[in-house]
């Protein structure tokens, strides 16, 4: 028998919500991630998987539809620096 202690939240998440998680961890400014939607689903649901996942990295990201609908860019957001020296 193995038995170990997991973390609920980790264990909850869905196959898909793990693989969103993984690709953000991965993204960096300069990159983004393309996601060509397949016929089930939509680019909602799919921009609320990203947002969902982005909240609980703590990451900021921007969501662009393209190819009317058929293509999802994400990306990180980069903060604007002032370069005013007042």
């Known amino acids: 028998m193995k ?12 196959p898909e919500e793990r693989e969103v998680e993984e690709l953000l961890g991965k993204l960096s400014p300069g990159k ?22 982005a909240r609980r990295l703590r990451k900021g990201i921007r969501i ?11 990306y990180l957001k980069v903060d604007a620096q002032d370069d005013d020296d007042d």
């Open 32 to 53: 983004a991630i393309e996601i060509t939607l397949t016929g089930g689903e939509t680019p909602k649901r799919v921009a609320r998987l990203y947002r969902e996942a």
């Open 3 to 14: 038995a170990r202690i997991v973390d609920l939240a980790e264990v909850k998440k869905t």
């Open 64 to 74: 662009e539809t393209l190819e009317r609908g058929a293509k999802l860019l994400v």
